[in-house]
């Protein structure tokens, strides 16, 4: 009970001190409260700010790392479509190289095809120039040719490229040849690049071998895959090089 009475006393004793405060005291003391409650709330305010600060800091960094990065996709994007760009070039240039060469191989074929029938028509009038004659040359020598030739007179006749051309002057020379018992090869040569192709004789000699002649003037000849054959398979000077088509020698065949 003396307990309770000893803090009643102070409580009042507090009061009436407060009650004995002038009235502008009171109002400093509720000023600093406020003061104080104030600076509480500036330090939980500067400390937000200070979070807020450093979070829209990390915000910025995080937002120029995405803009390089975009930029680095924009690049990315730009070298493939460069890409994409060549190679779409690229499949047009061997699309369109795949068409010549398609182009090129039906040209190709049709000039086969034209050849070897040149090949089996020329075959066949060699086969029927032949029909009839049995004869023994083995040994013709070099000097029997230029004999023969002296003699035979194919050479004056006049070419056509219509009715009579190296193939008939061939011809003519290998029958007169057959008719003397001399045995005469018919040899086929075709140009370069499609240019045609020509006919002259061969003849199997005892002592130099296989001879070539030129049936339209007699002239003696040296054929070659690859050389041109009327300014290089004959001495200098003698004939010149067409002017409207290459006759360099690509393929040549004796029909024995």
């Not at 004056?156 to 193939?167: A, G, K, R, V």
């Amino acid at each position: 009970m003396k307990v309770f009475d000893k803090v009643k006393k102070g409580f009042l004793s507090s009061v009436n001190f407060f009650k004995a405060l002038p009235p502008v005291r009171l109002w400093q003391l509720l000023a600093v409260f406020a003061l104080v409650a104030l600076m509480g709330v500036s330090a939980g305010l500067g400390y937000s700010l200070a979070r807020i600060s450093g979070e829209l800091e990390d915000t910025k960094t995080d937002l120029a790392s995405t803009q390089t990065a975009l930029a680095d996709t924009r690049d990315t994007l730009l070298d493939t479509q460069n890409e994409l760009a060549s190679t779409e070039d690229s499949l047009t240039a061997v699309q369109n190289d795949l068409t010549q060469a398609i182009i090129d191989l039906g040209h190709s074929q049709a000039e086969a095809a034209d050849y070897a029938a040149q090949l089996a028509e020329v075959q066949s009038l060699y086969d029927n120039l032949s029909q009839g004659y049995s004869f023994i040359a083995n040994n013709i020598s070099y000097l029997d040719v230029i004999n023969f030739l002296a003699k035979d007179k194919t050479d004056l006749n006049l070419y056509n490229s219509d009715t009579y051309t190296c193939f008939n002057f061939t011809a003519d020379v290998i029958s007169s040849a057959l008719e003397q018992h001399i045995w005469c090869g018919f040899t086929y040569i075709r140009f370069t690049g499609g240019n045609g192709a020509h006919a002259l004789v061969a003849f199997n000699t005892s002592d130099r071998g296989i001879v070539y002649f030129e049936p339209q003037t007699d002239d003696e000849a040296t054929p070659e895959v690859g050389k041109q054959y009327w300014t290089e398979c004959f001495p200098a000077g003698l004939f010149n090089s067409p002017a409207n088509y290459d006759d360099t020698i690509e393929y040549m065949v004796i029909i024995w």
